[in-house]
């Protein structure tokens, strides 16, 4: 069964600063990959999707990388803001057949003026 | 504007109730998911449909009813065997199997 982890499960840094949040997962046998942000009390904003065949996507500030055979995906966040400051989760599409996405707990992130 | 409309926003149930949930989709999208977050716990399936009057089950689907009569509309029974229903139910849709999921924003339900 697959599973996916985010840790951290929290994480506050200031304004300005690059950082990475990770995401796992237990098979190697997914489709694609999707980050997503949720603001408290809303629904999901899709950020980027990789499939399984990609290495990295970029929006703007956003780049996301996969590396399948390990089984992970980053999220980094450059120049953060405090708009930034959201729940992110990563969610696979399991292999051939399945339809739905697995999620992660997500990492509650905090940025500080 | 294109985009998936869940209704309402906030949804009060009785014991013994069973109150339906709505997902409407204007983007032409194959697929709709039905999903419940609860605090700690992340995003759980609860039903799928890729097609119309086709639906299959998800992870926690007892409890749940589902039809899709339409392309654009997917509701979501909560019924009163739902032992548990309080949570914040979010709906998604896709256009094919490898394209981006899109969520709604939305319905908080409460038991009282």
């Known amino acids: 069964k697959q599973e996916v982890t985010q840790i951290p499960a929290a994480l506050s840094v200031p304004e300005g600063e690059n950082l990475v949040l990770n995401c796992s997962f237990t098979?190697?046998?997914?489709?694609?990959l999707q980050w997503f942000r949720q603001d408290p009390g809303k629904g999901l904003t899709s950020l980027l999707l990789?499939?399984?065949?990609?290495r990295e996507q970029t929006s703007g500030r956003l780049n996301a990388s996969l590396d399948k055979s390990s089984g992970r995906s980053t999220l980094y966040i450059a120049a953060s803001q405090p708009g930034d400051s959201a729940t992110y989760l990563c969610?696979?599409?399991?292999?051939?057949?399945?339809?739905?996405?697995?999620f992660g707990q997500g990492t509650r992130l905090t940025i500080n003026p | 504007d294109g985009g998936i409309t869940q209704s309402p926003k906030y949804l009060f149930r009785k014991e013994g109730q069973n109150v339906t949930l709505s997902c409407e989709q204007n983007l032409n999208h194959d697929a709709m998911y039905w999903y419940r977050q609860d605090p700690g716990q992340g995003l759980r399936l609860i039903y799928y449909s890729q097609i119309v009057n086709d639906f299959q089950k998800g992870d926690i689907a007892e409890g749940y009813s589902v039809s899709r009569e339409k392309k654009e509309s997917f509701p979501l029974t909560v019924t009163s065997a739902q032992k548990n229903p309080t949570a914040f139910y979010l709906c998604?849709?896709?256009?094919?199997?490898?394209?981006?999921?899109?969520f709604g924003q939305g319905t908080r339900l409460t038991v009282v």
């Open positions: 990789i499939q399984s065949s990609q």
């Open positions: 098979d190697s046998a997914i489709y694609n």
């Open positions: 969610a696979v599409r399991e292999g051939q057949g399945a339809q739905k996405l697995v």
């Open positions: 998604a849709s896709r256009k094919v199997l490898n394209t981006e999921a899109f």
